[in-house]
Antibody
Framework: QLRLQQSGPGLVKPSETLSLTCTVA??????????WAWVRQPPGKGLEWIGNIHFGGTTNYNPSLKSRVSISVDASKNQFSLNLSSVTAADTAVYYC????????????WGQGTMVTVSS | DIQMTQSPSSLTASVGDRVTITCRAS??????LAWYQQKPGKAPKRLIYVVSYLESGVPSRFSGSGSGTDFTLTISSLQPEDSATYYC?????????FGQGTKLEIK
């Protein structure tokens, strides 16, 4: 059964880069159909899709974040990662990783979530 | 971007009530619509996909309907454990977009 385990710091300083990793267990990240995604949720607010990546390198990003976001895959570790640069307090949120079963399919399952606070 | 307008934003109902939540897309999204349930401190849980297909293990009191731009999530007989926030999601095109959420409380 697929499980997604998230890791990364819970506190990031303004203007720095937020970096999170999602380790995939129970499935190969190199699956030909799967896309691997990040979604975030500011405290008390709704869900925002950040972007996804296919192991072959294809990425899709939310235009609202595209200039600052990068998602990458490390197949040797069965992991994928999120980097969000030049963070501000508005980037404070719970960040979730998730799997898409294919191009334009829905995210499921999800990781446990990581609360990231942007503060000096 | 495709905008998803979800209503109501909050709802209070009694056990046994029939509850309806709606989502309207800013353009036709065919059947590329899912519903999620989220409880405090937890990741969203998929309830319904492709408008009306229930995820395995989801009680049959949940149902989804709609087409084109207008979609509905219905809970036929509300139970205490249904207290949660519900989100619709369109996955017809990137970027995926969620509705604003409906917070459902039980009287």
């Amino acid at each position: 059964q697929l499980r997604l385990q998230q890791s990364g710091p819970g506190l990031v300083k303004p203007s720095e880069t937020l970096s999170l990793t999602c380790t995939v267990a129970g499935e190969s990240i190199n699956h030909r159909f799967y896309y691997w995604a990040w979604v975030r949720q500011p405290p008390g607010k709704g869900l925002e899709w950040i972007g996804n990546i296919h192991f072959g390198g294809t990425t899709n990003y939310n235009p609202s974040l595209k200039s600052r976001v990068s998602i990458s895959v490390d197949a040797s570790k069965n992991q994928f990662s999120l980097n969000l640069s030049s963070v501000t307090a508005a980037d404070t949120a719970v960040y979730y990783c998730a799997r898409h079963e294919g191009h334009l399919s829905i995210p499921d399952p999800w990781g446990q979530g990581t609360m990231v606070t942007v503060s000096s | 971007d495709i905008q998803m307008t979800q209503s109501p934003s909050s709802l209070t109902a009694s056990v046994g009530d029939r509850v309806t939540i709606t989502c309207r897309a800013s353009q036709v999204i065919r059947g590329d619509l899912a519903w999620y349930q989220q409880k405090p401190g937890k990741a969203p849980k998929r309830l319904i996909y492709v408008v009306s297909y229930l995820e395995s293990g989801v009680p049959s009191r949940f149902s989804g309907s709609g087409s084109g731009t207008d979609f509905t999530l219905t809970i036929s007989s509300l139970q205490p454990e249904d207290s949660a926030t519900y989100y619709c999601l369109q996955h017809n095109d990137y970027p995926y977009t969620f509705g604003q959420g409906t917070k459902l409380e039980i009287k």
